[in-house]
């Protein structure tokens, strides 16, 4: 019992925002129906994830909307040898390429926010170079009808997003590897001390952020059948915003798998909300906007009460 | 006694190293810019005319001046905005809009810096309280953004004069205006962030924190300071940029933010702060154009030369980092 209220109070906040963002939605748009919103998991939700993981590592990886976007080219590019096996490749391939980036700061030791902004571009470039500078598109059209099937409420897609995530979590939370990736974000000085393999959790950070991103663009393009060098370039703020609403910390070390579906949950109601009442696209990037503000400086709050109130017991103990 | 001779002289010896290390980090752009301009002016036959190099230049103007003041936000140990596109846009429709109804080009110009200036304090003064500056930067441009674009309702804002055009059509020797105004904001920027008390707080805040706080130095004071030069910057390049346009939407300039944020870490701003000057990001932001240039005029497509671009950005930033961790050992 007492876990369950632990729990709760663990993502109070993003709980309390997820419901009146939900009971808003159905106030200003009646029709509203909020398990459309979880279809947004193919590309948001593992997007973010991806960010997640890298952020708990205490890094960042900037390039992750550019690699879904080549993920999208490469699968129709790959489509006719069967647009699973399409899919496959093109996750191991980015998956690997996202391995060798994070060997590569690993033994460079150079800061992943300065070495992701250069391979932004250059894997942009390379997703121009394979789309050959224009849209493309699978020639058989009938080629992504399996993925319109349904599984109880989910399409085929929102059930792989939502096998990720949990894969993702079991990861983190139950495995050493993934919990030294919390150890690596929280203290890494201490972490390397104590014997954490420093190259190996860049590797394995970077591998799974790659490997998220190629997931969303990959599946993005095999359902729309289609791909564009300058596709989903949007992604990148609104997965951030995503891991960063859910209670992701950017310090590191900080943050779960439920914090990133939370995060996801609130984004995309917003975004289905606003777009089902036939807002703009630019009205929801404003609330993502305002709601990422929010949430920060709530949690810096927070965190300064808790701090003040800390000192304040600790004062009376003394004085006592 | 020998012994403590021969470590000495190892000292001496590795800081002769440690300057040449140095030398060569701080030198290698400009030697690079012009071994290119060398190589190009033989190999391209259009490249050395006076309409390239006023391209090249034209093209480096806005970048350049918003990367030189942007480097402040970065020597305060700041990272970068992550928010140029938005601001850029939102100063270009002030510009415009003010310009337009007042009928005088210098009265738009100001309202649109003041635009600038006052979302960069706002922002300034959140990075200040202690908030990650790529999240509040990032959270405040897709503000800026959605703002923008629903007061225009997603439009485009068009001059209604040419009239509003003449900072970018007035030119001196054949040299337009915003070249001249990227040398003077460039040395404007220079002189703030090294000659001045603000600047020397700017530099000791990213190169130690701790130390900077305790001996008096205001993380918000500076922080603010250092998001109030980049406005300024970013306001005049928003008012030149539309000047070339006249025109100006809320989708427009995407790939700007991380233009500038690639001139300042190839131009060789340490990313963690306290090192770097705004000349540097100034020449990064001319090397990028330069390069660019090149290619536009040789014929490489667009997917290629963003393929190129990469390369560039990753082997430079590389390359500078090694040099700077051999220096510092």
């Known amino acids: 019992m007492r876990s369950v209220s632990a729990w709760f109070g663990r993502y109070a906040l993003q709980l309390v925002v997820l419901v009146i963002v939900i009971v808003s939605m159905y106030a200003l748009y009646p029709a509203f129906r909020v398990e459309a919103s979880i279809e947004r998991l193919i590309p948001l939700g593992v997007i973010a994830a991806g960010l997640a993981v890298t952020m708990i590592a205490g890094e960042f990886d900037l ?43 690993a033994k460079l030791g150079i800061n992943s926010l300065v070495f992701t902004v250069g391979t932004l571009v250059l894997i942009r470039g390379v997703t121009w170079l394979v789309c050959g500078g224009l849209a493309i598109s699978i020639d058989d059209i009938a080629a992504s009808d399996i993925f319109y099937g349904r599984l109880l409420f989910l399409s085929p897609l929102s059930a792989t997003g939502l096998v990720i995530l949990v894969a993702l979590g079991i990861f983190l939370s139950r495995t050493r590897w993934g919990r030294e990736l919390y150890a690596l974000g929280s203290s890494r000085p201490e972490a390397i001390a104590a014997g954490v393999r420093y190259p190996r959790g860049m590797v394995i950070a970077f591998g799974i952020s790659a490997g998220c991103g190629a997931v969303g663009g990959s599946l993005t393009s095999a359902l729309s059948g289609s791909a564009a060098p300058n596709a989903l370039e949007s992604m990148l703020v609104a997965g951030i915003a995503a891991a960063l609403v859910g209670g992701i910390s950017i310090a590191g070390g900080r943050g779960t798998m439920v914090n990133v579906f939370l995060g996801f949950a609130i984004i995309s109601v917003l975004a289905a909300g606003l777009a089902g009442m036939g807002a703009k696209a630019f009205v929801s990037q404003l609330f993502i906007g305002v709601f990422l503000l929010l949430i920060v400086l709530a949690e810096y709050f927070i965190a300064r009460v808790g701090e003040q109130s800390r000192r304040s017991r600790l004062r009376r103990l003394a004085e006592a | 006694m020998t012994t403590v001779q021969g470590s000495a002289i190892g000292f001496q010896e590795r800081a002769g190293i440690r300057r040449t290390l140095n030398a060569i980090r701080n030198y290698s752009l400009p030697i690079l810019i012009a071994l290119v301009y060398i190589v190009a002016s033989i190999l391209v036959p259009q490249f050395l005319t006076f309409e390239t190099i006023r391209a090249i230049l034209l093209a480096t103007s806005v970048t350049g001046i918003i990367a030189a003041g942007m480097t402040a936000i970065t020597l305060s140990g700041n990272l970068f905005s992550l928010g140029v596109t938005a601001s850029v846009v939102l100063s270009g429709v002030i510009y415009i809009w003010v310009g337009s109804a007042s009928g005088n080009i210098y ?206 950005v990753v082997v430079l930033v590389v390359t500078l980092h090694l040099l700077r961790k051999a220096g510092s050992r």
């Open chain 1, 63 to 105: 390039s992750i909307a550019s690699m879904a976007a080549l993920a999208g080219a490469l699968t129709v590019t790959l489509s006719g040898l069967g647009l699973i096996v399409a899919v496959l490749i093109t996750v191991t391939v980015c998956t690997l390429f996202g391995m060798l980036q994070g060997w590569a700061i």
């Open chain 2, 107 to 312: 009265i738009g110009a100001i309202a649109a810096i003041f635009a600038a200036l006052v979302v960069g304090f706002a922002q300034g003064f959140i990075v200040g309280l202690g908030l990650n500056p790529v999240v509040v930067t990032l959270a405040a441009g897709a503000i800026i953004y959605g703002a923008t674009a629903i007061v225009t309702g997603g439009k485009v804002v068009a001059a209604q004069s040419r009239e509003l055009g003449r900072f970018a059509t007035f030119a001196i020797v054949g040299i337009p205006l915003p070249v001249f105004v990227l040398v003077a904001f460039t040395a404007v920027a220079w002189f703030l962030t090294e000659r001045t008390k603000i600047g020397r707080n700017v530099h000791l805040l990213g190169f130690n924190k701790l130390t900077a706080r305790n001996s008096g130095i205001s993380f918000m004071g500076t922080t603010i300071w250092a998001f109030l030069i980049f406005s300024v910057g970013l306001g005049v390049a928003a008012v030149l940029q539309v000047s070339q346009t006249l025109q100006v939407q809320a989708d427009n300039f995407p790939e700007l933010t991380m233009n500038v944020v690639a001139a300042v870490l190839v131009g060789g701003t340490a990313v963690t702060g306290g090192d770097g000057s705004p000349v540097k990001s100034v020449i990064g932001a001319l090397f990028i154009a330069t390069i660019t240039q090149i290619m536009v005029l040789v014929g490489v497509p667009q997917g290629t030369r963003y393929f190129v671009l990469g390369v560039v």
